[in-house]
């Protein structure tokens, strides 16, 4: 149980052009889903906490209108980069907790590679 | 500012060789603390969540436990498959915040 899946693995794209990265809990519905970034070498570093159905909250120095976060169902939350730079290739990882009431536990899903060229 | 300092950055260990992960932390309230392996080029795999101090968990090989101040994760007779990086979080308390706070992570090797 507690599957999360991204979509998709890797994606190579132009600078300037636009990206979407799909998180999907499989096999339960997530109140609240997060989107980290991890640098090579380093920890994971939270950019977003999505909840379904109302505006995401962005971690400070995140900039809201470049990455785009829709949590359009309580299995579905997206992330879009816009105008893409190389300086955004990085790995994108998302998270989801189960409803309210459950456990505190955060699922991870295994991750988007991201490269701007 | 919650914060998670993970010892050592990296470490080597022989087949069967024990030892132990430390994670140091400060945090305001802890409503958990959360232990992830993580493969290279992969998500966090969630190991455990430890809820208060004396606390301890098991899953085959590791044992996880929890004091006010630190929490450690110990691996007996490891094997080469335990080699990945492990990562420990704090959850704080109060309110509907339910986000992680991260250490950087230890490295771990296990040589046949």
């Known amino acids: 149980g507690a599957v999360v899946s991204q979509h998709p693995s890797w994606v190579i794209c132009k600078s300037g052009t636009s990206v979407k990265i799909e998180c999907r809990s499989l096999?339960?519905?997530?109140?609240?889903m997060f989107w980290y970034r991890q640098f090579p070498k380093q920890s994971l570093m939270l950019m977003a906490t999505?909840?379904?159905?109302?505006?995401?909250?962005?971690e400070q120095g995140v900039e809201k209108d470049k990455f785009l976060i829709n949590h359009a169902s309580l299995t579905l939350s997206t992330l879009t980069v816009t105008s893409a730079h190389p300086e955004d290739s990085s790995f994108y990882i998302c998270?989801?907790?189960?409803?309210?009431?459950?456990?505190?536990?955060?699922?991870f899903g295994p991750g988007t590679r991201l490269t701007v060229t | 500012e919650d914060q998670v300092t993970q010892s050592p950055e990296a470490l080597r260990l022989q087949e069967g060789e024990s030892s132990s992960l430390n994670c140091s932390y400060t945090?305001?309230?802890?409503?958990?603390l959360f232990w992830y392996r993580q493969d290279p080029g992969k998500g966090p795999e969630f190991l455990f969540t430890?809820?208060?101090a004396g606390e301890e968990k098991e899953k085959e090989r590791l044992k996880a436990t929890l004091t006010k101040k630190e929490s450690f994760l110990h691996i007996t007779a490891p094997k080469p498959e335990d080699s990945a990086t492990y990562l420990c979080?704090?959850?704080?308390?109060?309110?509907?915040?339910?986000?992680?706070?991260f250490g950087k992570g230890t490295l771990l090797t296990v040589n046949p």
């Open positions: 945090v305001s309230g802890l409503r958990g």
């Open positions: 998270s989801a907790r189960v409803l309210a009431g459950g456990p505190v536990e955060q699922y």
């Open positions: 999505s909840n379904e159905g109302s505006k995401a909250t962005y």
């Open positions: 096999d339960f519905q997530a109140t609240t």
């Open positions: 979080a704090v959850q704080a308390s109060g309110g509907s915040n339910y986000k992680l706070t």
């Open positions: 430890l809820y208060s």
